[in-house]
């Protein structure tokens, strides 16, 4: 997973859709853990859901792959 505007990147977990759906260039958001559980890691965000959004055109994230 690339997120907008990072240049690294990230690996994690989606869920809210069949896996076989997910592909590249798929919208998602952060689903956070509860605040009281957060420390000073990725680990504050539980995983991501798809947002439905159109996906991210193919040159914003090609020389990542």
């Given at each position: 997973m690339l997120v907008d505007g990072a240049d690294?990147?990230?690996q994690h977990l989606i869920l809210g859709c069949p896996a076989e759906e997910v592909?590249?260039?798929m919208r998602v958001a952060a689903v956070?853990?509860?605040?009281?559980q957060w420390g000073t890691t990725p680990q504050n965000i539980d995983h991501f859901r798809?947002?439905?959004e159109p996906d991210a055109p193919f040159e914003s994230y090609a020389?990542?792959?």
């Open positions: 690294i990147p990230m592909r590249m260039g956070w853990r509860p605040r009281e798809p947002t439905g020389q990542h792959l």
